[in-house]
């Protein structure tokens, strides 16, 4: 009787701890739901619209993610070739670079990923002809720099090796100054050559928090089930 009652206890304890915990996931999974959907309406909203200034260097600091990400923004200064940087890639059209190349600007220095570039034509004469001398309007989204790097792979500054865009370390690897704590992706067409791809900026995301939430919710029905069958069990062993 005594090890039937401690058994009994145990399950209400595990059931009572299984709904809760599984309700809690539920209710967590419908508040990312609710945040990724502003987050898609508020992309949406700003890649659509009409390119607007980038920002100055004076609000460079106030600068938010939730705020200011994915704004699409119109910049004029010069391209520095010579201080490219190539970022790991893998995209749609397969592994390869983003071409990362600092705009020299009235104001200050943005980093500008031109594009994408496969692995087999990362040697500068291969994009060439996408090079514009003098002053140039660039138009892209912007985006904030990466300093945690991608898929836990740390970038090597040492031996030239960039797998996330952290605009801080490539402006002091490549010794650019200050910089802008953002970059901007370039639209498609931005290059007059093939090389680099512009326009590859992800802006779909992917939503299955609803999924998720109803599988959470139905894992604690099953457990406040099984919390109602120990009690049931529990009266009728009385």
Not at 6 to 24: E, H, I, M, P, V
Not at 95 to 121: D, K, M, Q, S
Not at 158 to 166: A, E, P
């Amino acid at each position: 009787m005594t090890a039937n009652r401690g058994k009994r206890r145990f399950l209400l304890a595990l059931c009572s701890f299984l709904a809760l915990l599984f309700g809690g996931l539920g209710i967590w999974q419908i508040e990312r739901l609710a945040w990724k959907l502003a987050l898609i309406e508020r992309v949406e909203a700003r890649v659509s619209a009409p390119p607007g200034p980038a920002p100055a260097p004076e609000a460079w600091r106030s600068i938010t993610q939730e705020r200011d990400e994915y704004r699409h923004v119109a910049v004029r200064g010069t391209f520095d070739y010579a201080s490219e940087t190539l970022v790991d890639a893998l995209t749609e059209r397969g592994p390869g670079y983003w071409v990362l190349t600092p705009l020299r600007t009235a104001t200050g220095t943005i980093l500008v990923n031109r594009g994408f570039v496969p692995r087999e034509a990362d040697s500068p004469a291969d994009r060439a002809a996408s090079q514009q001398t003098g002053e140039v309007t660039v138009t892209g989204l912007l985006r904030m720099a990466e300093p945690d790097g991608r898929f836990l792979r740390p970038n090597d500054p040492r031996q030239d090796r960039w797998f996330s865009r952290d605009v801080g370390a490539i402006a002091k690897a490549r010794g650019l100054g200050p910089v802008a704590p953002f970059f901007i992706d370039a639209d498609a067409g931005s290059s007059p050559g093939q090389l680099p791809v512009g326009g590859m900026t992800v802006v779909r995301f992917r939503n299955a928090h609803l999924v998720y939430a109803l599988t959470w919710f139905a894992l604690a029905a099953l457990s406040l089930v099984g919390l109602a069958l120990v009690l049931r069990s529990r009266e009728d062993g009385r």
